[in-house]
């Protein structure tokens, strides 16, 4: 009787430490918006990281996500995020130099020389830098996310050269830096939002856009392009960003679980490029398109080329904030 009513009393008593569960969760609906569709790696990065705030909050924090710019593009989205109407965006930086100006770094044309070392600089302290400058507009940034090495797709002619580009209707992000980098290498460079690009390269109203292999591929622009170059001119960050405003009504462990599975997303959607990068290539050259790679020695010369636009755009971006990043690298590649 006695053994009895000792266990009842240390079941009783177990049941009541671990209720209520989840206790410092609340049911939350995250709507994360995305300018991709649902089978770019962001899917995978996405159901990563529900899977581990599923087992952190007991199922109690929700992501949602919208697809092909349901919720309006990268900017549009960001700036919800900012008056707290809207939770989460995953967005590339590009389009927000207008609120960051310091994000332009990023887009400065050959920066990076490989994924590895573009991880080293945003998951470290540089990254976390940035991370300060987003947090003072209103955006806090849970983490880097890929969206990866950048190359050429047009439907007038393969591109050899940068003398090829002459004249070419170039889409570019909304941002100052890559409109330059383009024209300056004799394009006809237009600013456009992502979610327009589908229906200007269809209509011919421009010929020709940039985007990792992945994004042509899911975002089926091989559909309305024939010649893809691999340029690799850019190495384009998206962020994990989500609204200030709402975050600081979360408690302190719903914070910590975001910023904790958001890497954990992170992670995912990393490996995820990696692999589909080359299946996306292969399938573009299956459905037709010309591919064909730079040269060395033209990939040199429109480095070279391209130095003036570092120059033009230092003191809108921070010269601490570009000496920092080429500093940064030159450490990171022991020379
Ligand atoms: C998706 C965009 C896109 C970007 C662009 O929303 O605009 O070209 O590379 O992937 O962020």
Redesign the pocket.
């Known amino acids: 009787m006695r053994q009895l009513l000792l266990a009842t009393t240390a079941l009783a008593f177990a049941v009541s430490a671990s209720a209520p569960a989840f206790a410092e969760f609340n049911e939350r609906n995250i709507r994360v918006s995305?300018?991709?569709n649902a089978d770019h790696p962001v899917g995978n990065g996405i159901n990563a990281m529900q899977t581990c705030l599923d087992e952190k909050s007991g199922g109690k924090l929700k992501l949602t996500a919208f697809w092909g710019?349901a919720l309006g593009?990268?900017l549009q989205a960001t700036q919800a995020l900012r008056s707290g109407v809207q939770e989460a965006v995953?967005?590339?930086s590009?389009?927000l130099v207008g609120i960051v100006p310091a994000l332009g770094v990023f887009d400065l044309p050959f920066l990076f020389a490989n994924s590895e070392e573009a991880y080293k600089v945003l998951d470290g302290k540089f990254g976390d830098m940035m991370n300060e400058k987003l947090d003072a507009a209103g955006l806090v940034n849970l983490a880097y996310w890929e969206?990866g090495f950048?190359n050429l797709s047009n439907s007038v002619r393969p591109v050899n050269k940068w003398e090829d580009l002459q004249g070419m209707k170039v889409r570019v992000?909304q941002n100052n830096i890559f409109l330059d980098t383009f024209q300056n290498l004799g394009a006809n460079a237009t600013p456009m939002?992502?979610?327009e690009?589908f229906s200007a390269l269809e209509t011919k109203a421009i010929d020709a856009?940039?985007?990792?292999y992945v994004?042509i591929d899911t975002?089926k622009f091989f559909e309305v392009q024939k010649y893809v170059t691999e340029t690799n001119h850019a190495y384009?960050p998206?962020l994990f960003l989500f609204s200030k405003a709402i975050f600081n009504t979360y408690t302190p462990e719903e914070q910590t679980a975001l910023r904790e599975c958001a890497i954990v997303g992170r992670d995912e959607e990393r490996k995820v490029i990696q692999e589909l990068n080359k299946k996306s290539l292969e399938k573009i050259k299956a459905e037709g398109l010309e591919v064909n790679a730079l040269s060395p020695e033209e990939q040199e010369r429109i480095r070279e080329k391209s130095m003036v636009v570092y120059e033009k755009h230092k003191a809108e971006i921070g010269a601490d904030v570009v000496d920092g990043i080429l500093a940064e690298l030159k450490q990171i590649r022991g020379k």
């Open positions: 995305n300018g991709i710019g593009g990268d995953v967005t590339s590009s389009p969206n950048r992000m939002a992502f979610g690009v856009q940039e985007n990792p994004t975002s384009t998206f």
